[in-house]
């Protein structure tokens, strides 16, 4: 009788075993989350409601891979690791750009292989993630795709990525330096100067590019739009949350710094050597910590900050994050991050959150699933060539350049006197009036003396935090309000 009870129980304990494999693998692979439309973020305004109608991959569900594409994690890996399938291989022109420090700063060039939709000439400028070029096979499907849909693209390659360039200064590219991205901008603004820009950035080349344009206004210049997809906003607050555990966070830190590493050293005599005019603050013992540095803060403490003589780490982050700029960018703006993205922290979404509920000119989108710069798409099992992220950028961009076509057919009174009578309903939506003022008084955008029409009882009410419109502001702009703005003794000023 015993022996007969041996094989059962065996069995269970198989049962209970496979059960076990099995759970493991659903919760690892996240089957049983389910697909739908990205999560949006925006005001309401006619550019948001003329983005949802041309743009469908905002309203559609994005289904990733059965098998394996709800998990942000393998997203991650394959981007990582493999970064498309299929990738083609676009033609470009390699160009050098000698900066003022003797750094060679070099990009390429892709001109387009079909007609605009819009007819217009268009520039994708791009800027990569971390460590990244124009050669890696995410950038190389991108630019493929943005090509064929008749946009050239100038893709900056960060300084000391590109194996075969050598360092001909003692620096390499940082979190946030836009010195090469400006060079290779204006580089295009002077050889097509009847161009007009999408800026597009990926991960760390997403808080470069929100930085160049809120450093300046003249830098928005010729700008369509802007999109960063998957970048962290702030990394003063990313670096604890690097430090953890969670998702694997510490992982991922430790796989970035030792590739970092790798990129440093291979450039060891440029940066350290004997004959090298280094920066005061870079000394030979950097080097040294430089081997036992096990996370990307160590290394940004050791070396990377020193390039840009920041005195510490905190300074470093907060001086060299998008986030403090990004409320000086006007031109339309599309931050996408994936909600399951391993590296970024859900408590930094709040950032790009909290803009979008201010400014009538961010959309955020928010998919479930895509990880880190990953976003495939395929029925079962082996994804497509082009992704949902791919897809997205370049429809968004075909949309903002046909919103800006529409839009110059009409006269900017026309636009404002749309903006009021839209408003009648309710003061919190002369927010879109607010920041088209706002806007026009740095890009110069209306026309002397255009009258508009403001309802008495909504005149009090063209405000926003602590900013108030007032007549003078409208003065700066060479407009004059048939009804006066009312005050209840506030002080009428504006601040950037």
Request: glycine share 6%; hydrophobic share 40%.
């Amino acid at each position: 009788m015993e022996t007969s009870e041996l094989p059962a129980v065996f069995d269970g304990v198989k049962l209970a075993a496979v059960a076990a494999v099995l759970y493991v693998i659903v919760r690892c692979l996240n089957l049983k989350s389910p697909t739908a439309p990205p999560d949006l973020y925006f005001q309401d305004s006619g550019l948001s409601r003329f983005l949802l109608k041309s743009c469908p991959l905002l309203t559609k569900e994005y289904i990733p891979p059965l098998i394996w594409g709800k998990s942000g994690h393998i997203q991650t890996a394959l981007y990582g690791k493999m970064g498309r399938v299929r990738s083609p291989h676009p033609y470009g022109h390699r160009k050098f750009i000698t900066m003022s420090d003797g750094a060679t700063s070099t990009f390429d060039l892709f001109e387009p292989l079909a007609e605009h939709c819009v007819g217009d000439d268009i520039t994708m400028v791009i800027c990569p993630g971390i460590a990244n070029h124009s050669e890696k096979q995410y950038i190389r499907t991108f630019v493929d795709y943005a090509q064929k849909n008749g946009y050239r693209c100038a893709v900056l390659n960060h300084l000391g990525a590109l194996p075969n360039i050598e360092l001909t200064s003692p620096r390499m590219f940082t979190y946030g330096c836009t010195w090469e991205f400006g060079a290779m901008v204006n580089y295009i603004k002077k050889t097509y100067p009847l161009t007009q820009l999408v800026v597009v950035g990926f991960s760390l080349g997403g808080n470069i590019v929100c930085k160049y344009l809120g450093e300046t206004q003249a830098n928005q210049e010729k700008v369509l739009c802007c999109v960063s997809v998957c970048q962290g906003y702030s990394a003063l607050r990313a670096q604890e949350t690097f430090m953890q555990w969670d998702q694997c966070r510490r992982f991922y830190n430790f796989l970035m710094a030792d590739n970092m590493k790798k990129i440093i050293l291979s450039h060891r005599q440029a940066l350290f050597g004997d004959h090298v005019k280094k920066p005061q603050s870079l000394e030979d013992t950097d080097l040294s910590r430089l081997y036992t540095a096990t996370s990307l803060m160590q290394i940004d403490d050791n070396v990377m900050r020193k390039f840009h003589g920041y005195n510490s780490l905190k300074e470093y982050y907060e001086e060299e994050s998008c986030m403090r700029y990004l409320h000086r960018i006007y031109v339309p703006l599309m931050l996408v991050n994936a909600a399951d993205d391993p590296l970024v922290h859900e408590s930094l979404l709040a950032i790009p959150k909290s803009l979008s509920e201010k400014r009538e000119n961010v959309m955020f989108v928010l998919p479930l699933h895509g990880g880190h710069l990953g976003f495939f798409e395929g029925s079962v099992l082996f994804p497509e060539p082009l992704t949902w992220m791919d897809k997205l950028v370049v429809e968004y961009a075909n949309a903002i350049c046909q919103w800006e076509r529409n839009k110059s057919q009409c006269s900017d009174t026309e636009l404002v006197e749309a903006d009021l009578d839209s408003a009648s309903s309710s003061p919190r939506l002369y927010q879109p009036l607010y920041y088209r003022l706002t806007s026009a008084l740095y890009l110069g955008k209306y026309k002397p003396h255009s009258p508009i029409t403001c309802p008495p009882q909504y005149a009090s009410v063209l405000t926003l935090d602590t900013a108030f419109l007032a007549p003078d502001i409208l003065d700066l702009l060479g407009m004059k309000l048939q009804s006066p703005l009312q005050s209840s003794g506030q002080l009428h000023s504006f601040q950037a």
